[in-house]
């Protein structure tokens, strides 16, 4: 950063005190941070029709729901699955259906729009296999159109092709739900159809022609005569066998019940599953529906006037998050803080450090199937799963942990007293949880040498093409960013020379793309991929002048936007012309930068990237980011995490600063000192 000039790193230095004092203000009294989780308008549709199932939909919340899904209407009449994306045939079905159930007449000009879209792509049969399914759930669309998902599934012992550990946490979980809902094949018919939504000359939903088609291979047309095979089979079922299957999937679904009435903390399977215990005979006061219920309003988030910038109408509006992200927000937001020159015993830090403590898993979860007689620990993305903590959180909190060594060691003094009162985290405690998190994430490293998030070797691919499953990514394989994490963790425990670390190592670089970036799982997409690995890999020991990382600099350098910034959009998950571009965003640029820190880079590159950050900072210490950059399912489910724009700039301006040794560094710390309390 030698580059900036004197004026320009003062710019950089208040934009981010300004930042780390709006951090500072969110932070809960608990401890812990959590930025809504922004998503597209099928959970509030959804959540209507699931409400409508039960018997529970009430007028109020519905007219709230319908504000929120009528302001993110597009200008053509359809509606997205992430900011500035195309308009999804699925999306708009269930959000003009939604809207039909909350009173819209198919006349009005909006909904017009809409059905003509529909029109266009075929009508409700281009849409996905779970469109379908809320159809069939209302009369709408045949049961026997659904492709064939036997409950039965739930009796194959791990180890068989299909069974339901062959799937990632969060398919396991739904699949389980929806095979008990396809053995009851229950219709709640409506008043209303929806036979303007196909196109001209066809004489309803079952008659329509446009199905999802897949690529045709040997295997496909295998697993369609099976799908067949097994929806007579559906139809006719073993008596005895069917219900031993329906009494296993059943008592499945309750063991996995969270603590807040969730299942994994996620929609889909909480949804279904709601659904099927329903079908199996639950009223709605049986403990496990309440709770469910319960659980699901504390997702909701009721608007007044567009409280939070994110495009809702004035007025009253609702809008449901798909998950809640705590424990992940609060590493990233000590991890934020610690860089921006917040002391360790900063009572902040202290608070956070205490929560995530609180929050470690102690339990066995599904992955204990893959990884019988691994001992359980590490963490968990919401405020409770205990059934499914992830590598990639385990890692970032450990990282957050450690930063809280330095107040630990001052308050245990250099034998003169020093350091004396100040508030730390008790060292055995926060030793021991680091430790048994370390052996599980160790544990849990896949045979290629990489991690996935929530399993280990859950690589069977056959799984993808199943004729059900066309609702996004249903394994959880390796992948760049969470081993990256995973290395980074173990390198700052001085672990970067185990045999652990050094297949990690080996596994990044086998998977570098030709282009010299690396694809992003979690985050949108090459550029966080590049921007998780190079710190991993520079924090293992790999000299920045290795070739893999030269190529990467390249990569990065050769993407930056004319602004400054960086910015990359979902579509690159499926259109190559689209990698590495995309508006810039605060977050995306801060990956950038982190990884161009962790190479070396301190050139114009890098002091354009702070510049633009710098710019575009809001002033209360934010910045506006309406894109979606964090990644649920590539292709399909994207998510727009609020304290992103946040964490991660606070992060990047953070070590760029640091980097320079000159005398601007004393008046940061005094800041920083000044902030402590």
Known sequence: MMELTLEARSEAEVALDLSCEHLLSLQDEQG?????????????AEDMLLREFLGIRRADETQRSAAWIRSQQRSDGTWANFFGGPGDVSTTVEAYW????????PEAPHMQSAAEFVRREGGAGSARVFTHLWLAL??????????????????????????????????????????IVKAHRPVRPLPFDLRELEPRGEEGMNASAAERKRPVSKRTRVLSALDRALGIYERHPIGPLRRLALARAEAWIVRRQEADGSWGGIQPPWVYSLIALCLCGYTLEHPVMRRALEGLDTFMIEDRDDANRVGAPAGLSRRLEACQSPVWDTALGMLALSDAG???????????????????VTVDGDWSVARPGLAPGGWAFEFANVNYPDVDDT??????????????????????????????????????????????LEGMQSSDGGWGAFDADNLRALVRELPFLDFGEVIDEPSADVTAHALEM???????????????????????ESDGSWWGRWG?????????????????????????IRRAVRWLESHQNEDGGWGEDPRSYDDPSWVGRGPSTASQTAWALLALHAAGERGEVVVRGVRWLVSTQRPDGGWD?????????????????????????????????????????????????????
Do not use: K
């Not at 941070?33 to 998503?39: C, D, I, K, Y």
């Not at 036997?150 to 095979?179: H, K, M």
């Not at 360790?344 to 995530?356: C, D, K, N, Q, T």
């Open 32 to 44: 812990w941070w959590r930025g809504e989780l922004q998503t597209n308008v099928t959970m509030d």
């Open 98 to 105: 939604a809207l039909r159930l909350a009173g819209d007449p």
């Open 138 to 179: 209302f009369g709408l669309w045949s049961w026997d159109r659904v492709p064939a998902l036997p409950t039965e599934v739930v009796l194959l012992p791990p180890g068989v092709p299909l069974n339901v550990y062959d799937f990632a946490c969060w398919a396991r979980q739904t699949i389980v739900a929806l095979s």
């Open 342 to 360: 917040i002391s360790a015993s900063h009572p902040a830090m202290i608070r956070a450090g205490e929560w995530l403590l609180g929050e470690e």
């Open 395 to 440: 890692a970032e909190v450990v990282l957050a942990l450690l930063r809280l060594a330095p107040a630990r060691e001052a308050a245990a003094g250099n034998g003169n007293g020093a350091g004396a009162g100040r508030p730390s985290l008790p060292a055995a405690r926060s030793d021991a949880a680091v430790g048994r998190a370390v052996r599980w």
């Open 490 to 512: 173990l390198a700052a425990l001085g672990r970067a020379n185990t045999p652990v670390a050094r297949r990690a190592v080996s596994w990044l670089i086998d998977h570098q």
């Open 524 to 548: 949108v997409n090459h550029v966080y991929g590049t921007g998780a690995v190079l710190p991993g890999l520079v924090a293992a020991g790999m000299d920045p002048s290795a070739q893999c």
């Open 625 to 677: 980011e309406p894109q979606y950059t964090g990644t649920g399912f590539p292709s399909d489910y994207y998510i727009n995490y609020h304290l992103y724009r946040l964490t991660f700039p606070m992060m990047a301006l953070g070590r760029c600063l640091g980097t320079d040794p000159a005398a601007a560094a004393g008046a940061r710390g005094e800041r920083a000192s000044e902030r402590q309390g």
